[in-house]
């Protein structure tokens, strides 16, 4: 065995060999020349032997709760396994056995052609690797191509790299992977805002004495309504009661703007489930909704990691009177008070470009998809993918198309009729 190799053992516990469905290709990579790093590189197919050290990378280096892995490893399980993905998690190790980095790849197997993703691939905004704090010192930008190359080299078959929703940063540092080049933008861009110490101070400083007023005079009207509570379930019951109920009444905003339902895609729902009722995920997988009188107004679901809280996904019930006065805002307004009380200073609204946004976020996060051919299946494959996503960011980026592309996507939705997630 080489040093690192001992090293690796030695501190991790984990032999180092060769996954079965990897057939002749080496599990264990090195460093040969001046621009790659000398980085032990060790390939797995199963999340559990890795646990121990994937949660220590997740408190202590930089990563976002989409790459944490209580939640990527449920997606494997309810989802990946669903679309024929295959686990293919590359780790770096340094030369006295640390994890550098974890990349929480997957080989996805088609009819045609099998590609290179990240797992979480359609759940999670935003993509990337885990790093430990110090991975940056030891591993250079002008060094990472090379290291990814030795990466793809030891990676089952595959034709085509699709890695999307990339930020540029993951955490403190620079996202590795923007040294590679020929990154194009997303269709959207990710939107946060800092937080204060408390939320008076925040509150005051983002609203205006308009949007003061109509704030408060909302909330009066609600509160006409029953007694106004924010609510976050405390045992796996009433998580998964609230669970369901915001699948109901995001299934209604669904079909109203004609939008896919992703409750409806095999294995969305379970994984959702599995997440509200797991106690490994209670500290990561927040929910919350509104109260008025005896009824469930507003409901939401997020993450937490770092002093960082991710909204996810968020509804409201369209059908009762309550939706008059925006249960929605006020669902949020409350959900930021606690954010901020519970210590979170950044509040990480995620993908997506929606105006009301703008109401809350000062930093816009642009994200970013790789697209690497490597057969001539990719290359035909990529140029449609490619061009496909260009013209969504365009119709997106312009308000004009846009408005149009979502009134005619709601006109059409309103023939279709709705369907319970849970049937």
Not at 190 to 199: N, P, R, V
Not at 265 to 279: E, Q, V
Not at 306 to 321: C, K, P, Q
Request: hydrophobic content about 40%; charged content about 20%; some cysteine.
């Amino acid at each position: 065995m080489t040093p690192l190799t001992t090293a690796f053992e030695r501190a991790t516990g984990l032999p180092v060999q060769r996954p079965e469905w990897a057939e002749k290709k080496t599990s264990i990579s090195r460093g040969l020349w001046a621009n790659r790093p000398e980085v032990l590189l060790s390939l797995h197919d199963d999340f559990e032997p890795l646990k121990e050290v994937w949660q220590k990378l997740e408190r202590e280096g930089d990563a976002t709760p989409f790459q944490s892995h209580v939640w990527l490893s449920a997606w494997q399980r309810h989802i990946g396994t669903n679309r024929r993905v295959n686990p293919a998690i590359v780790v770096g190790w340094d030369s006295e056995g640390g994890a550098l980095f974890i990349l929480p790849l997957g080989i996805e197997r088609g009819m045609v052609l099998n590609k290179l993703i990240w797992l979480g691939d359609g759940l999670c905004d935003y993509q990337g690797p885990l790093l430990a704090r110090g991975f940056s010192r030891q591993v250079s930008a002008d060094q990472f191509p090379g290291l990814w190359q030795n990466i793809r080299e030891m990676l089952p078959l595959h034709q085509i790299v699709t890695l999307e929703r990339m930020p540029e940063r993951i955490g403190g540092q620079a996202n590795p992977f923007m040294a590679l080049g020929n990154m194009r933008r997303h269709a959207s861009s990710a939107h946060l805002t800092m937080l204060q110490e408390d939320w008076e101070s925040y509150y005051a400083e983002k609203r205006s004495s308009g949007s003061k007023k109509r704030d408060r005079q909302k909330r009066r009207k609600i509160e006409e309504l029953g007694d106004v509570r924010f609510v976050t379930p405390a045992c796996a019951e009433e998580r998964l009661s609230a669970l369901e109920t915001l699948v109901a009444q995001k299934s209604v905003a669904f079909a109203r703007m004609g939008v896919a339902n992703i409750f409806d895609k095999p294995g969305h729902l379970d994984f959702y489930r599995a997440l509200a009722s797991d106690t490994e995920a209670a500290s990561l997988f927040h929910l919350s909704h509104l109260s008025v009188g005896s009824s469930t107004a507003a409901v939401s679901c997020g993450l937490s990691m770092g002093g960082s809280y991710f909204y996810v996904l968020a509804s409201y019930d369209e059908e009762a009177e309550v939706a008059r006065f925006g249960p929605g805002v006020v669902h949020l307004m409350e959900l930021m008070a606690h954010a901020t009380g519970t210590g979170h200073r950044v509040f990480d609204f995620t993908i997506g470009d929606e105006a009301y946004k703008e109401n809350w976020c000062e930093v816009e996060v642009p994200l970013f998809d790789y697209f690497e051919p490597n057969t001539l299946a990719g290359w035909t494959s990529v140029g449609p993918r490619i061009a496909f996503l260009q013209a969504k960011r365009f119709i997106k980026q312009t308000p004009v198309l846009w408005q149009g592309f979502t009134r005619l996507r709601a006109a059409i939705g309103s023939f279709s009729p709705v369907r319970s997630a849970g049937a």
